[in-house]
């Protein structure tokens, strides 16, 4: 039976809102301390990214200021794999994490360097040691260390046309799409992961929301409104990533089969 459109979103919507509010329970009653394993730490720490990229998603919609939310959307997606990828990778992901994540920094620090008389890059230099207690040549240095540190840990499935380790030429592929590989969900990547993707730069079609459809050209431009593949990503996402946290570290599996249970009889309405 089909109800209104409307009514299909709002459903969503308090779906995600009660996924996300189950999400941090198990966040704030899960013990992370020194001694957890890095699994274990991983696993809540990409948890907690899904979850409140998913509360953000909330708080826009209900605020009617949805756009933005598939870019958000697109970063909940990263951290679902991410944490897919710690479960099915315990002994080598985080520290491929790690890696992606100080080679990241380590480049922009580096154009920050080439260009020391840009006026954003006079802000970092000149900001640096009393907001992080260092310097920038001090930064790269550590960051050097971490991810030569990081990288003699990756297996063969992280580096390029197969190369390893060993090769000290072999290049450590972080693309997004390596790690949707490696999370089984390429299919996920072509579809809802691309087109998040095309609203995350500036471009016409994405300048036109709200503007122009079908030809046509209003002015003053529409408020925008979250479409349902959006909100039900959004749910399918959050819950996806309780499920198999809850698995993972030995918790009942019930209150997340709820939700999936839930998903599943919203989507027998469209």
């Known amino acids: 039976m089909n109800i209104r459109k409307d009514e299909v979103k709002e459903q969503l919507l308090e779906l995600i809102k009660d996924a996300a509010a ?21 696993v809540m720490v990409a948890l ?124 450590v592929n972080t693309t997004a799409k390596r790690r949707f590989d490696l999370a089984k969900m390429e299919s996920e990547y072509e579809s809802m992961y691309r087109l998040c993707s095309g609203s995350t730069h500036a471009n016409v079609s994405s300048m036109l929301s709200g503007v122009g459809a079908a030809g046509t050209f209003d002015w003053p431009p529409k408020r925008e409104e979250a479409s349902i593949s959006l909100l039900d990503s959004t749910a399918a996402a959050v819950i996806t990533a309780i499920h198999r946290t809850v698995r993972t570290i030995g918790k009942p599996v019930g209150a997340a089969n709820q939700l999936k249970l839930r998903l599943n009889a919203i989507r027998a309405k469209y």
């Open 48 to 171: 907690n990214d899904v979850v409140r990229k998913c509360e953000s998603i909330v708080a826009m919609v209900e605020s009617g200021q949805v756009s933005g939310c598939d870019i958000v959307f697109r970063s909940v997606l990263e951290g679902l794999v991410d944490l897919l990828n710690v479960i099915a990778y315990p002994d080598n992901y985080p520290y491929y994490m790690m890696y992606r994540s100080s080679e990241e920094l380590r480049k922009n620090l580096m154009s920050v360097k080439r260009r020391p008389n840009d006026g954003y890059a006079k802000s970092i230099t000149s900001s640096a040691p009393t907001e992080l207690g260092k310097t920038v040549d001090e930064m790269l240095s550590e960051l050097e260390a971490s991810i030569k540190s990081n990288r003699n840990r990756l297996t063969k499935q992280y580096f390029d046309k197969g190369q390893t380790r060993k090769n000290p030429k072999a290049k």
């Open 22 to 42: 189950a999400g941090r329970a198990q966040i704030n009653q899960t013990s992370v301390v020194k001694r957890t394993s890095l699994k274990k730490r991983f």
